[in-house]
């Protein structure tokens, strides 16, 4: 099986930077997605990690270590539109419960 | 990038009926979807794997009496609710994997169904 853990919530300020955590426990590893969702809607892909490091796509970044089971979200310059649900996920797409950030001005 | 489309967004129906939702792969074929079911505040659950031409599996504790699931082509997979009761008012969603079932493909959603049972 797979146990995926994330924050519940985090609050940042506009411009600011904001790091989400997940940390997984699964038999087998495939590969760590990481998805954003806003209230009501589907998720929209973020980003892809399976070999350790940093992978840097504009303002969001998404590390990982497979040895320690570990990943982060890294979100800079928020902006309001940032505000919304952060989705880890791993292998068959199980997912982590979600972290809601909520950006304030 | 490729497009999922999922219809119906919205549905309301009378407990005892049934519900079909459809999912499509717009631009690409998709040899395996996935369907999830979200309740308010809580994470995605992968409710089953649908796969073309063969029978979906089902993941432990979701009734596949139930929950007919039906990928009956390369671009179209349905959900079928039976016998819907309140309990099962959710958020609905399917993804289609790109590329097949490698799994360092990126999985796409549809727009997900708002299902409520009255």
């Known amino acids: 099986g797979q146990n995926i853990d994330q924050p519940t919530e985090m609050t940042a300020t506009e411009g600011a930077i904001v790091q989400i955590n997940c940390t997984y426990q699964t038999s087998g590893f495939n590969g760590l997605f990481w998805y954003q969702q806003h209230a009501g809607e589907a998720p929209t892909f973020l980003s892809y990690n399976v070999l350790d490091g940093l992978e840097e796509k504009g303002r969001f970044s998404s590390f990982l270590s497979r040895s320690k089971g570990y990943s982060y979200l890294l979100l800079k310059e928020l902006q309001m539109k940032d505000s919304a649900s952060y989705l880890c996920a791993v292998n068959k797409l199980s997912f982590g419960a979600g972290t809601t950030v909520t950006v304030r001005a | 990038g490729a497009v999922v489309s999922q219809h119906p967004s919205r549905v309301i129906c009378k407990s005892g009926t049934s519900v079909k939702i459809e999912c499509r792969s717009l631009?690409?074929?998709?040899?395996?979807m996935f369907w999830y079911r979200q309740f308010p505040k809580q994470s995605l659950m992968l409710m089953a794997t649908?796969?073309?031409?063969?029978?979906?599996?089902?993941e432990q504790g979701v009734e596949k009496d139930k929950f007919l699931i039906n990928h009956a082509s390369l671009t179209l997979s349905t959900l079928t609710v039976t016998s819907a009761h309140p309990e099962d008012s959710s958020f609905y969603i399917c993804s289609a994997l790109l590329g097949g079932n490698r799994m360092n493909t990126e999985a796409f959603f549809g727009q997900g169904t708002r299902l409520t049972v009255v």
């Open positions: 649908s796969n073309e031409g063969s029978k979906a599996t089902y």
């Open positions: 631009d690409f074929q998709a040899t395996t």
